[in-house]
């Protein structure tokens, strides 16, 4: 239906516009920044969400843009009908794919299941996010990443029970060796200057570590407000809000009291900046333990000793 550089045309159109609403280090120029507001603002889109990001293409090519417009299949997949690794799923298969709305903080997360893959589409959540994922892909922690546009991840979709709902009734060698793989990744992180920043279980329910059905493997999964910790010195104003927004004092500030990402950056950037790299991963580590201590009411004092004993063999070893 379209050619390979059309289809090119459009995923840079997409590019373009998550330029606009994430972080980025490829911001748009002004005019055209404007250009794509307004044709957004045009009577094209109007009741056609899904086909708002065909914007830049509107400005930049009328003819291709007058076909997209028209085409059901991105009524129905929006921007996943044209990513590198699901294009062929949408134009090109017998099987129409399944795409599922996921919860999530960070925007547009979908997942699509076909018979050929099953996959996760979300923006990034932060400039450290696209450096960080090459290096826990290779450390083989995280989720399989697959071609995408430069804004978007298409990763794997981890199939398995969240660490909250591994129950009581596993061995004390299992509960062990969760433990020691955990404990293994954040030696990992923490030797590349990679800051996890986040609880690996939380009070109701979540989590982000997936483990195998099979053998139980631990995986991670969102490295969304993950840091890149080398040099705090020279934190951006992104890193240190993300550093902020994870602290349990400054996100009731947040949610509650009214406060800017701005303000809370400005009132401590001084001192985020002068904190050493071992200072901040120490909070991981804090993050750890209240994770452990809310998986406690999940299952069980004994299964979380047996997995905080696994943490700390790994961990120290480091």
Do not use: C, W
């Amino acid at each position: 239906m379209y050619t390979p550089g059309e289809i090119g045309e459009v995923q840079g159109g997409i590019d373009e516009i998550f330029d606009m609403v994430s972080p980025t280090e490829t911001p748009l120029e002004p005019d055209r920044r404007d250009e794509i507001i307004k044709a957004v603002q045009g009577p094209d889109f109007k009741d056609k969400g899904a086909y708002q990001f065909l914007a830049p293409i509107a400005v930049s090519n009328p003819e291709l843009f007058k076909r997209l417009i028209k085409d059901p299949r991105i009524a129905k997949y929006s921007h996943l009908a044209f990513l590198p690794q699901t294009v062929g799923l949408v134009y090109d298969s017998d099987e129409d794919p399944v795409m599922t709305p996921m919860v999530g903080t960070r925007g547009a997360i979908f997942r699509l299941t076909h018979t050929d893959g099953d996959y996760i589409t979300k923006p990034y959540q932060s400039n450290d996010e696209r450096r960080i994922i090459p290096a826990v892909t290779d450390l083989g922690m995280g989720p399989g990443q697959f071609p995408s546009t430069r804004n978007v991840i298409t990763e794997e979709f981890v199939h398995g029970d969240t660490l909250t709902r591994m129950g009581s009734n596993e061995s004390p060698e299992t509960y062990q060796e969760v433990g020691r793989t955990i404990g293994n990744y954040y030696s990992q992180l923490h030797a590349r200057n990679i800051f996890y920043n986040d609880a690996i279980a939380d009070d109701m329910g979540k989590s982000h570590i997936i483990l195998n059905e099979e053998d139980r493997t631990p995986r991670m999964i969102d490295f969304g407000v993950a840091i890149d910790v080398s040099d705090p010195s020279n934190f951006t104003d992104e890193q240190v809000f993300t550093y902020l927004r994870t602290m349990a004092e400054l996100r009731l500030q947040l949610d509650f009291m009214g406060a800017s990402p701005e303000s809370l950056v400005e009132q401590h950037r001084a001192r985020v900046r002068s904190l050493a790299a071992p200072d901040i991963v120490k909070r991981d580590l804090q993050l750890i333990q209240e994770s452990l201590g809310a998986l406690v009411f999940r299952i069980g004092q004994a299964a979380v000793e047996n997995i905080a004993r696994g943490f700390e063999e790994t961990y120290k070893a480091a």
